[in-house]
């Protein structure tokens, strides 16, 4: 079903391949907190559709994307088996979020 018409439609949609990429690194303040910062980008191809096997596939326009994201993080250990990781993202696309934020707080046994 390649369409969003409640009938049956039927076809073939073929999402285009994704590659990424990405660099980062991290500096140690002490044994217990260190920070980081980090790019990934991602490029997204555009999608293809075909309604029928006798019918070519059909590139969708606008369905390719690239993602670009620079990152800001900071790790503190809490304790032996608690830390807390805080990160700050940076859209740096269109196509990309404005901004994100994570919080995280692995535990290890």
Do not use: C
Request: hydrophobic letters at 40%; charged letters at 25%.
């Amino acid at each position: 079903d390649i369409d969003e018409a409640r009938n049956e439609q039927p076809g073939k949609v073929a999402v285009g391949d994704a590659f990424q990429i990405g660099a980062g690194l991290a500096y140690a303040l002490n044994d217990r907190s260190s920070i980081s910062m980090s790019y990934t980008q991602r490029i997204v191809q555009r999608a293809k559709v075909k309604r029928d096997t006798d019918e070519d596939w059909r590139k969708l326009i606008g369905s390719q994307a690239t993602v670009a994201l620079m990152n800001f993080g900071a790790t503190f250990s809490l304790n032996k088996h608690l830390s807390l990781i805080a990160t700050v993202g940076m859209g740096l696309t269109d196509d990309s979020p404005d901004m994100s934020v994570g919080i995280r707080i692995p535990y290890r046994f």
